[in-house]
């Protein structure tokens, strides 16, 4: 019989190419959204599929789903900087109460939970690039604090479950991942930048664009999470491309790439916006024997078609 496995966040960027992941691999999957952020369209191929089923729900109210579980990915939450500002409250109980609704699922079901916390749990990192053992420099009362420390707790109460209940647990930090079904509006630094050249418009970097990213494509992700979650390791992992580059050079990038006419305007830098960020993936090459495999130029190419295949409606509609 198929292994079942609930994914949270299905309809959004990650959660969706994991079902994609999940399905190929031969599972029965059960996807779940409530569509805050996400897009039902990013998982329409899937619904005439006998192994998936979809459940419209919000996971910070109780979570239930019928038959046995084997596994559970909690994916939902709201990802990118400008939606976390928006909805603050919901990205808290997400991360807390949500969290803490699929702890106790998994508990019930005697599944096995992985957990995408992210690179934001060291903050603005004192430390480069960021190893395991880092716990971060996070300011709490800040904007980004909602996200930063939803994810904190999150990590907290999932050790908590391990601890005393004994229940098999996986925490994936996740570092700036990229690639098709991004949503062009979400903000986020790669959907802006080609979002913008695609409109003809200049590209908006933030502060004097010094500070670095590392950007992950999409499958190495996929992949990296995959085996973490069949792995036996409980402590958290960083699953990143360790290259690093900063955002000044990146928007040149995609200027090159893009072939656009346009040129660099200068915007505020967000407040507490990290200065620099670089995952040290040590462990998840000796634990997991994952590396990223995928450049950042083949990733761009890819993530590049999959915007200029999107309708000048969709195109104009992302405009901030
Ligand atoms: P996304 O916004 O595309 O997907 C998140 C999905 O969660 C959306 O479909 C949204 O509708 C859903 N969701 C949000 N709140 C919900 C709720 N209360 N109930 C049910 N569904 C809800 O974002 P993404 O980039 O795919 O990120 C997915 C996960 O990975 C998030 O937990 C995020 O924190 C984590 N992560 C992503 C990155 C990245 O670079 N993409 C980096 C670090 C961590
Ligand atoms: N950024 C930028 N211009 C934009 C969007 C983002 O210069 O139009 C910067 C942002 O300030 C940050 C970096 O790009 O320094 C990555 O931002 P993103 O929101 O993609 O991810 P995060 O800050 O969460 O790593």
């Known amino acids: 019989m198929a292994k079942r496995i609930l994914i949270t966040g299905a309809a959004g960027f990650l959660g969706s190419h994991l079902c994609d992941k999940f399905i190929r691999e031969g599972y029965h999957v059960l996807g779940m959204d409530n569509l805050i952020t996400g897009d039902r369209r990013n998982i329409e191929h899937l619904f005439k599929l006998e192994n998936f089923e979809f459940y419209h729900h919000d996971v910070t109210t109780f979570v239930h789903v019928p038959g046995k579980l084997d596994y559970i990915l909690h994916f939902a939450s709201p990802a990118s900087p400008i939606d976390y500002l928006k909805i603050p409250i919901q990205t808290l109980k997400v991360g807390s ?30 430390v480069h690039p960021q190893t395991e053992e880092y716990y971060g420099n996070v300011n709490t009362i800040g904007p980004r604090g909602v996200y930063d420390e939803a994810k904190r707790f999150q990590e907290s109460i999932t050790m908590a479950y391990h601890r005393y209940h004994g229940l098999e647990t996986r925490i994936v930090r996740i570092f700036n991942t990229y690639g098709p079904r991004m949503r062009l509006n979400d903000g986020r630094v790669i959907p ?23 950007f992950c494509y999409v499958d190495d992700q996929v992949d990296g999470i995959y085996r973490l979650l069949l792995s036996d390791y409980s402590e958290p992992v960083n699953i990143g491309n360790p290259h690093e580059i900063t955002i000044k050079d990146f928007a040149e990038e995609i200027i090159r790439l893009t072939g656009t006419n346009q040129k660099i305007i200068y915007k505020p830098l967000p407040q507490d916006d990290p200065m620099q960020r670089q995952p040290d993936i040590t462990r998840a090459r000796e634990i997991l024997g994952w ?8 990733g761009m190419e890819k993530t590049y078609e999959y915007f200029k295949s999107l309708s000048q409606e969709e195109l104009n509609k992302s405009e901030h």
């Open 97 to 126: 109460l949500g969290t803490h609704n699929l702890l106790g699922l998994a508990k019930e079901k005697n599944a096995r939970i992985l957990i995408a916390s992210t690179s934001e749990v060291y903050g603005d990192p004192l």
């Open 192 to 214: 802006a930048f080609i979002g913008q050249a695609l409109r003809g418009e200049d590209l908006t970097v933030f502060g004097d664009g010094s500070q670095t990213r590392s």
């Open 291 to 298: 590396e990223p495999k995928v450049s950042r130029s083949e």
